[in-house]
T-cell receptor, first 120, second 113 residues
Framework: NAGVMQNPRHLVRRRGQEARLRCSPM?????VYWYRQLPEEGLKFMVY????????ESGMPKERFSAEFPKEGPSILRIQQVVRGDSAAYFC??????????????????FGPGTRLLVL | TQLLEQSPQFLSIQEGENLTVYCNSS?????LQWYRQEPGEGPVLLVTVVTGGEVKKLKRLTFQFGDARKDSSLHITAAQPGDTGLYLCAGGPDQTGANNLFFGTGTRLTVIP
């Protein structure tokens, strides 16, 4: 049973270009989370998606960043007009069910190996 | 913004020594996870604790969740070089029902042979 897959593992872009990061969740998982890890910092939540729906994007920068999780295919994190400050490791995690305080249960999130984005 | 603070930030010890890493927050979480992250890889889940006061053991690792579910500790007995890595605590969901994990600042452990 393959784990969470992310590609590319490394991505180099020049300022102003677009970056597309892909995430294939574990088989049977329909919930995807994206996190960003800046150098020497902890992971910060960006967005939570379920198939074809954005559930929570409270951690996404207001501009240039977007995410989708189509019915078919991987989840995509898209960064337009990249700047040097976007250089970071971007991690995707998946879970079989969503997180819910009402259920008082944190579903285990399984992380991918990450995509390291370097903006020159 | 929820903040989980970990201490110490860096720890370098000799093989065979014991150590404890702390994770503290001002917020209450329904559960708390500990992850270990190797360079160039994603975090790998070690344990989830859900009940205040809960203690879980994983071989030489002992995890404890505070009674008030705001803090946790990770104790490693007889550390080995293979324990070297970045240890992260993460809490969620919080009282607002947020769907994501809130990660701590991390403890970078180096075990010297």
């Amino acid at each position: 049973n393959a784990g969470v897959m992310q590609n590319p593992r490394h991505l180099v872009r020049r300022r102003g270009q677009e970056a597309r990061l892909r995430c294939s969740p574990m088989k049977g998982h329909s919930h995807v989370y994206w996190y960003r890890q800046l150098p020497e910092e902890g992971l910060k939540f960006m967005v939570y998606l379920q198939k074809e729906n954005i559930i929570d994007e409270s951690g996404m920068p207001k501009e240039r960043f977007s995410a989708e999780f189509p019915k078919e295919g991987p989840s995509i994190l898209r960064i337009q007009q990249v700047v040097r400050g976007d250089s970071a490791a971007y991690f995707c995690a998946s879970s079989p069910l969503g997180t819910s305080a009402r259920r008082n249960k944190q579903e285990t999130q399984y992380f991918g190996p990450g995509t390291r984005l370097l903006v020159l | 913004t929820q903040l989980l603070e970990q201490s110490p930030q860096f720890l370098s010890i000799q093989e065979g020594e014991n150590l404890t890493v702390y994770c503290n927050s001002s917020s209450v979480f329904s559960s708390l996870q500990w992850y270990r992250q190797e360079p160039g890889e994603g975090p790998v889940l070690l344990v989830t604790v859900v009940t205040g006061g809960e203690v879980k053991k994983l071989k030489r690792l002992t995890f404890q969740f505070g009674d008030a579910r705001k803090d946790s500790s990770l104790h490693i007995t007889a550390a080995q070089p293979g324990d070297t890595g970045l240890y992260l605590c993460a809490g969620g969901p919080d009282q607002t029902g947020a769907n994501n994990l809130f990660f701590g600042t991390g403890t970078r452990l180096t075990v010297i042979p």
